[in-house]
């Protein structure tokens, strides 16, 4: 289901559920001087799950044993706050970044940080960068012969089935109740479940997906269409086009999934053949690499 408004459009929120792990099966190996490889898949029901709030699950190693990523259920309901020796982790900061720490029983701790810029790129899945440890150096996510990649990014946990992720509305409000399904706290037209899709803030009006700027050129037969918006970098996009507004004419893709420019807007330009008096734009937001 999709909730739509004019030229403007927001995928539904996709519904949560536990995954065995989400790493793909032939691109699961990372790699440590001092350790040799690392089975990121595990034995496939204990292997990592790469979250849009936190990692879980474990990494397998040969030389070295099983690697705890966390256990998936934070403290505070969104993120590991890594102060104890119950609420550790890795964190996905919904931009890629991974943070946070690992452990095994073996080695100790192993630190996702700044200086190695671990990340999962949210159009391809491909883990980056690298991660340490204190007894076995630095562990490469991604190399010459080899690379981690997770086919999806598990979506959070929906605890109350309102389509709204626990850890998004906990981040809001402190509460699982504030957001529902139809509700729109901050009054734009936006269901807060729609505002949660395209992660704008529920409770600004000001911060909401909608095109901003539109110019249409003709000539030799063609149209270029420029759309601009306020885009977020923890999303991915996708332009549909309709040629009037009666009631069944159905949306025609005309763009791939792809990632926004760097920053708060992103223009893309459409060259569509032949040019049409009366075509309609909308743009949608998707949770990267969402099952």
């Known amino acids: 289901m999709k909730l739509i408004q004019a030229f403007l459009a927001i995928l539904c929120a996709i519904s949560s559920g536990a995954a065995a792990t989400t790493i793909n099966s032939a691109e699961k190996y990372a790699y440590g001087a001092n350790i040799g490889w690392l089975n990121a898949q595990g034995d496939v029901v204990n292997g990592a799950v790469v979250g ?73 899945g491909v883990l980056t960068g690298q991660i340490y440890s204190a007894n076995c150096g630095w562990i490469s996510l991604s190399n010459k012969v080899a690379l981690v990649r997770t086919d999806i990014i598990q979506p959070g946990a929906d605890s109350d089935g309102d389509g709204i992720t626990d850890a998004w509305e906990l981040s ?77 004419t159905p949306w025609v893709d005309a763009t791939a999934l792809f990632a926004p420019d760097p920053g708060m807007n992103t223009t893309r ?19 990267p690499l969402s099952p």
């Open 172 to 248: 809001y409000t402190n509460s699982l109740t504030a957001f529902t399904a139809t509700s729109d706290a901050d009054g734009d037209g936006i269901p807060d479940q729609g505002e949660h899709v395209a992660d704008t803030h529920p409770l600004d009006p000001g911060d909401l997906l909608r095109i901003t700027s539109y110019l249409a050129l003709f000539g030799a037969g063609t149209e270029t269409n420029t759309l601009a918006w306020k885009s977020k970098e923890s999303r991915n996009y996708q332009i549909d086009y309709r040629t009037n507004l009666s009631l069944g």
């Open 52 to 124: 849009e709030y936190v990692c879980s699950g474990y990494v397998w190693g040969a030389n070295v044993g099983w690697i705890h990523l966390g256990g998936g259920t934070p403290a505070n309901g969104i993120r590991y706050q890594n102060n104890s020796a119950t609420d550790f982790g890795v964190n996905h900061d919904g931009l890629g970044n991974l943070r946070g720490y690992a452990y095994g029983a073996n080695i100790g701790w192993i630190n996702f940080e700044e200086s190695g810029a671990p990340k999962v790129d949210l159009t391809t």
């Open 269 to 287: 330009s459409l060259v569509l053949t032949p040019s049409l008096s009366e075509r309609y734009f909308r743009v949608e937001a998707v949770k």
